[in-house]
Nanobody, 126 residues
Framework: QDQLEESGGGSVQVGGSLTLTCAAS????????MAWFRQPPGKEREAVAA???????LYTNRVKGRFTVSLDNAKNALKLQMDTLKPEDTAMYYC????????????????????WGQGTQVTVSS
């Protein structure tokens, strides 16, 4: 889907949890790689996690073991369960989508995703 809207951000203490949701709508994609990116204050946007129609699930090392990405097909929503949050997870989180799978093109490269949401802010405080 080409229209994306994130929700679920907020403020949480170190070690806490949040679940982000990306509601997808619009035209139906026959193939896709849906991803979460984040942009910490004053830094570049970076890839966090992605999944595709073929079942590939990918994470950046910084969140592996703490974050879980999933797709709720019934609700057309991409989820990001974030546990054991750290101050360095503070960022604006964005959902992105493209019309081909996560293997055919580098999933970490934001330029390969033409469809983006507006973002939701996550703040982790100690």
């Amino acid at each position: 889907q080409d229209q994306l809207e994130e929700s679920g951000g907020g403020s949480v203490q170190v070690g806490g949890s949040l679940t982000l949701t990306c509601a997808a709508s619009g035209s139906t994609f026959t193939d896709y790689c849906m991803a979460w990116f984040r942009q910490p204050p004053g830094k570049e946007r970076e890839a966090v996690a992605a999944l595709d129609k073929d079942g590939r699930i990918l994470y950046t090392n910084r969140v592996k073991g703490r974050f879980t990405v999933s797709l709720d097909n019934a609700k057309n929503a991409l989820k990001l369960q974030m546990d054991t949050l750290k101050p360095e997870d503070t960022a604006m989180y964005y959902c992105a989508n493209r019309r081909y799978d996560c293997e055919r093109g580098p999933w970490r490269v934001q330029g390969t995703y033409p469809y983006w949401g507006q973002g939701t802010q996550v703040t982790v405080s100690s």
